[in-house]
């Protein structure tokens, strides 16, 4: 479903991407690991067409994301490290208007309130104005966001930093929930238990390049652990 096909990206003299190629299938979810700077972030950018290539493709639905940008938009949702809501705005005023932008639909109250139950928004949060949701609830309302535009695919970029381990461990079974429905899932993380524990597939970037690739049942936390750290310290 998303398909990185030996891509490199340069800006300038810097090379934050060399010849990455990785699949995520529909229902993986892919965790991608790996120091800063790593060249994780400029991967999600690429899948989304905020950045282009300088060599390579990427895929979505097999669909070519610089050439059907459009088409593989609308298969597509994105969860950023800091979700933008309107904090004037409830949960649920916020989930009517991004979901009318990204399907062109209005959805009926109980529609979305169906959506923000989907994402565990707790009930009496979703008539309260966002600017006073913790980070972990604004993150729940961009997953009934992607839930409402039925995505086939979820990008997202450090979902659970800044969450509380309790918060983080509700995210991810949220991942585990859309994965399980057939979604192919594409994080970012610096958290190796957070990766251990959610992903199906787990990578290690290294100074632009994927330097591991690993199905999740294949390594121990303790394991993943040690080889993160060495492919660290070379
Ligand atoms: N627009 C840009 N112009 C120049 N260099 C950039 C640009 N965007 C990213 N880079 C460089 O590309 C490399 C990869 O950056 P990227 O943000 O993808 O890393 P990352 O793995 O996501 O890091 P972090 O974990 O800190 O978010 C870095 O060296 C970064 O400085």
């Known amino acids: 479903m998303l398909d990185a096909i030996e891509v490199t990206k340069q800006f300038g003299a810097k090379r934050a991407l060399d010849n990455v190629s990785l699949c995520v299938l529909p229902g993986e979810i892919y ?3 790996g120091a800063n700077g790593a060249g994780k972030t400029t991967l999600v950018n690429l899948f989304l067409n905020f950045l282009q290539p300088t060599s390579g493709s990427l895929q979505i ?5 610089m050439n059907q940008s459009l088409e593989t938009k609308k298969l597509l949702a994105y969860v ?6 309107y904090g004037v705005l409830s949960g649920l005023e916020n989930l009517a208007f991004f979901s009318s932008l990204a399907t062109g639909e209005r959805l009926s109250r109980e529609r979305l309130l169906e959506l923000l139950q989907a994402a565990d928004l707790p009930r009496q949060a979703a008539d309260e104005r966002v600017a006073t949701y913790s980070k972990g609830m604004r993150q729940k309302v961009g ?3 992607a ?7 979820l990008l997202l970029d450090e979902p659970t930093s ?13 991942l585990v929930k859309a994965s399980n429905e057939g979604v192919a899932v594409l994080t970012t993380t610096h958290d190796l238990f957070h990766a251990k524990q959610t992903g199906t597939r787990i990578g290690i970037m290294k100074q632009g390049r994927l330097v591991e690739d690993l199905r999740s049942e294949d390594v121990s936390l303790a394991d993943l652990q040690a080889l993160y750290l060495k492919h660290m310290k070379n």
């Open 80 to 85: 950023p490290e800091q979700i933008t809501l």
């Open 61 to 65: 639905g097999k669909l070519d994301v």
């Open 31 to 33: 965790c991608l690991l």
């Open 143 to 145: 997953i009934a966001i």
């Open 162 to 174: 800044g969450l509380d381990p309790s918060a983080a461990n509700e995210f991810s079974e949220l």
């Open 147 to 153: 839930l409402a535009k039925n995505a086939k695919a």
